[in-house]
């Protein structure tokens, strides 16, 4: 949610139809509450999470069998890593 830079209603952005989500480009918007007409800019974020892998340093791989339709194409998948294997 945002605010209306004119009354400090929240607003919503809309983003219909992929709108509003370029970088670098400035939007036009209606506040609903004062009717006025407002710009706004894009700023995509990332947020990275941390694990620890035990099987990257030493340790071992803690191994289990994927889900998958049809099960032929099943592997093994290390909960820790990621890594994958077929299965023998």
């Given at each position: ?60 791989h803690v191994w289990k069998k994927t889900i998958t339709f049809p099960v032929e194409y ?15």
């Open positions: 949610m945002s605010e209306c830079p004119y009354c400090g209603a929240t607003v919503k952005i809309s983003h219909d139809d992929g709108y509003g989500y370029e970088e670098d480009e400035l939007y036009q918007q209606d506040c609903r509450e004062c009717g006025k007409t407002f710009v706004y800019d894009t700023c995509i974020t990332f947020y990275h999470t941390t694990y620890k892998a035990d099987c990257l340093n030493g340790g071992k099943a592997r093994m998948r290390c909960t820790l890593c990621g890594e994958e294997k077929p299965i023998k």
